[in-house]
C-alpha cells in the first residue's frame, strides 16, 4: 500500500508539472492552422478545416492499411507535446500518436505510439505500432521494461476513473512526454501512463512524429494546437545538430548534406556502442523546425559562406544560441561571413574565420607532421592530404583562448594567384614568404564564459577526403568536444567509409562534376 502511495504521489506531482508546461514560452507550434505545409501524408484522407487536421475516412473512400501524416519538419528526441484531438465514428473508431518512431517506403510507421480510440480501450495507453511488443503499458499502468523484455507492471490509478476524465464527444488535450527511455501520457491533465523502456534493441531515444487514422469502418480524428517544446537531453547524452548547406560546387564538392549524413552516421554507430551522443541532421539550409536548435549541445554548420551563410543571415537569432553555452563547429566554406558584425561574432564564437582580402583559399596538399595534445587530436595521427586549405585566417587579437589543432607551411606555388578578396594580399605574402609563419587551418576555441566550445576547420572541399581516417577522427572528435563531453581516448571510433557509402546521398550525378578552371601549375582555382 505504501508503494502504492509513493507511485501515486509521483504521478500527481508529473501531472502537475506536465499543467505547468502549458504557460511555457518555450513551446512552439508544429501546425500553422491554415495548411499541411510541414506535414506529409495522402492528401486523400488528410486535410485541414476549421484550425484543425482532419483524417477521414468514408464508406466511398476506405483504407486498406493505418495511413499516417507526418512531420515532416523535424525529429522527436526529448520533448514534451501537446495536442488537441476529437475523435468520431463508431466504437471501433481507432487513431495514435506516433513518437519516435520510424516509417517505411510504403509509409507504415514502426515505434511508440500515444493511443486513441472511441470506445475507450484504448485510449491513453502506450502502444508499441509494428514492432512485436504490442501494448507496452495500459491505461493507469506503470510499466518498466527490463533488459530482457520482461515487464515489472504497477497499476498507480484505476482505468475507468481515468477514462471519466475523457470527453468522447468533444476535444480533449493531450500531452505526450518523451525523457531519455521514458514515455508518459497524459490527458486533460491526467496521467494514463508511463514506460520505462530498458529493452536496448527495442528503445528508442529519437524518431519521426506522426498521426495516425486507422483502417476499418468509417471514422474521422481531428488534431489541431499541435506544440512542442523540447527538453534537454537526459542520462549525460549530448544532441548535435547538423545544418547542412543547399547544393553547391557540384559532385564531390562541397558536399554539404552527404557530409553531415556520414558524419552523423559515424557518431550514431559510435553511440549504439555507448558514445552518448544523439544527432538531427537538418538538409538542404535553415531549419524549417522552429524548434531545431532549442535543446542543441552543439551544432555543425557545413554550407557555402561569405553573404549566403546562414549564420549571417541568421546572426542575431543565433546570438542567443550561443548565450546558452551550445558549441559550434564550422566546416570549410562555413568559416568565412562578412566583416563586420558576422565577423565579430564569429570571433567570440569559433575565435576566428576568412576573412576576405585577408585569408587566402588555395589547394594544396597540407603536411600535419606534428599534432598537440588536446582531446581533439586523440587517436590522431600526423597526416597530409589535398584540399582546399584556407589559410591566414583572423583570429581573435593573440590568439585570445585559441588552441591551434592543424597546422602547416604552405609553399610559395600556394601564392602564384593574383591579390584579390580570396586569392592574395600583402599582409599573407608577408606571414608566409617573408617572415616563414606556420599557418593555422583547424583550431579550438573556449568562450570567455568557460563553457562554450567552437572549432573552425578549414578542409572538406573534396567529399572524398572523408574516407581519410585522420581527417575524419579529427572532425568527429571536435564535434563531440564542442559539446562538452568526453572524446574517448583513443578518439571517436568509426570504420572507413565504402565508395558506395561515399557517393550516397550526393547532391549532383557524377558527371556534372564542377568544370572551374583551375591553374596547370598550382592546381588552384581561378576564382573563389
Known sequence: ??????LLTFFCLLATTSISFAQDAE?????????????RGDSEVWRVEDGAIVGETTPEKMIKQNTFLVWDNGELDDFVLRLKFRITGTPRANSGIQVRSSQAENGAMAGYQADIDRSGTYIGIVYDERTGRGILAQRGHKVTIGKDGKKTDEVVNKADELLSKIDMDGWNEYVVTGKGNTITTQING?????????????VDRKGLLGLQLHQGPPMKIEFKDIELKRLPLSDGHKKVVFIAGKPSHGWGQHEHNAGCRLMAECLDTAASDGLPVITKVYRNGWPADPTALDNADTVVVYCDGGGRHYLHQHGEEFEEIM?????????????EVPKGMSGQRFLQWIGGYFETDWSVNPHWIAKFETLPKHPITQGVKPFEINDEWYYHMRFSPEMTRVTPILSAMPSAETLKRKDGPHSGNPAVRKAVLE????QHLAWAFVRGDGVGRGFGFTGGHFHNNWQN??????VLN????SANTDVPNNGVPSATPSDEAMNANQDFPKKSASKKKTSKKTGTKKKG
Open 27 to 39: 513551446f512552439k507550434s508544429l501546425f500553422d492552422g491554415k495548411s499541411l505545409d510541414g506535414w
Open 190 to 202: 491526467q496521467i494514463m501512463s508511463e514506460v520505462i523502456d530498458n529493452q536496448p534493441d527495442h
Open 1 to 6: 500500500m505504501k508503494t502504492k502511495f509513493t
Open 323 to 335: 548565450r546558452k553555452g551550445v558549441g559550434l563547429v564550422c566546416i570549410h566554406y562555413g568559416v
Open 435 to 438: 617572415d616563414k609563419q606556420l
Open 478 to 481: 571536435a564535434i563531440v568536444w
Open 469 to 474: 581516417d585522420d581527417f575524419r577522427k579529427l
